[in-house]
């Protein structure tokens, strides 16, 4: 029994890694079949009617109380919320993705912690610690080698600044959701936050209807895809895995992202990054653990500590 209790939280984990790995790639399969206002669409309708049934089941079951939809100012935090991660993240992925291979992507979108560390460096008064001036150097200087390269060997600045504009977002819309997270529930708040971000989606419906009669089956498959797995189990399983382990170990499995998105991509597309964006992705990667790399505490002093929530993409 203890076994098993210890050896769920940690799958779960694995599964919500690959799965958010493998919407870089999905995003990639079918991105250049349909725009990205339409795949962003398309991708956040199958996500939200999933998490509605979820919500439904899960509220359905004897002594869970029923669902309290959030009102007023929080109603309003949210779906600003959802429409910022779940529709402008989604729009400049999409994007960038038309520019990047996916591997590429991946790696600049994985600089979104160095961000959040500055972010809460300004708003919520951190501060800046040399760690983190100097992870933002290295991450800066990774920045820059994947700026000089893609994967079909030439510059891209369009596919660069479209991906920095999506950690950009994924950075500011975790420091929302670490605030919201103190008044609502995180089930409650991805399914609002993705039914409002659908909502605001909802001007490319017309595109969507017309590219979707264009495309072959592949493609339809590849939005449903991307809708109920990276958007709304991977969500639950992170969910599952941060409320049975410390918020350190699960922040640090994020990292494999990139990776898996690298050999994802190579196998099933057959594209990997330039030599000088992997180098590049290294550097990023390096300055995101050192940018966020706690303090050393007093053995004591930790051990009364309580760990701290982590937020995801």
């Not at 977002?169 to 929302?176: E, F, I, M, P, R």
């Not at 339809?220 to 170990?249: E, K």
């Amino acid at each position: 029994m203890t076994f098993s209790r210890q050896l769920l939280p940690l799958a779960a984990a694995a599964t919500t890694v690959v799965l958010w790995a493998s919407a870089f790639v999905g995003i990639r399969a079918v991105g250049h079949e349909l725009s990205p206002g339409a795949l962003a669409l398309g991708r956040m309708l199958v996500g939200s009617l999933t998490l509605t049934a979820i919500v439904l089941v899960v509220r359905a079951r004897p002594g869970v109380a029923p669902v309290a939809l959030p009102r007023g100012r929080l109603l309003g935090a949210i779906a600003l919320w959802g429409a910022a991660w779940f529709g402008l993240y989604n729009l400049a992925l999409n994007a960038a993705e038309r520019h990047l291979d996916a591997g590429t992507a991946a790696l600049l979108v994985n600089v979104a912690p160095v961000v959040v560390a500055v972010l809460a460096g300004l708003l919520l008064g951190e501060g800046f610690p040399a760690r983190l001036l100097a992870g933002m150097a290295v991450a800066f200087a990774g920045v820059v080698l994947i700026a000089t390269t893609t994967s079909a060997g030439g510059a891209d600045l369009t596919g660069v600044l479209l991906g920095l504009l999506a950690a950009l977002l994924y950075a500011g819309a975790a420091v929302a959701q670490k605030r919201l997270l103190a008044r609502i529930d995180a089930l409650t708040l991805t399914w609002v936050g993705a039914v409002a971000g659908t909502v605001g989606l909802l001007p490319y419906l017309p595109a969507l209807l017309a590219e979707l009669a264009a495309v072959p089956a592949a493609t339809v498959g590849g939005i449903v895809y991307l809708g109920v797995f990276p958007t709304a189990l991977a969500f639950l399983t992170w969910g599952y895995a941060l409320s049975r382990t410390t918020a350190g170990r699960l922040a640090a499995a994020t990292y494999a992202v990139p990776p898996i998105v690298v050999l994802l991509s190579w196998a099933l597309l057959g594209e990997i990054p330039a030599p000088l964006a992997l180098a590049g992705g290294v550097l990023c990667l390096a300055g995101v653990v050192v940018a966020t790399r706690p303090k050393r505490r007093p053995a004591a002093v930790a051990a009364q500590a309580p760990a701290q929530p982590v937020t995801t993409a």
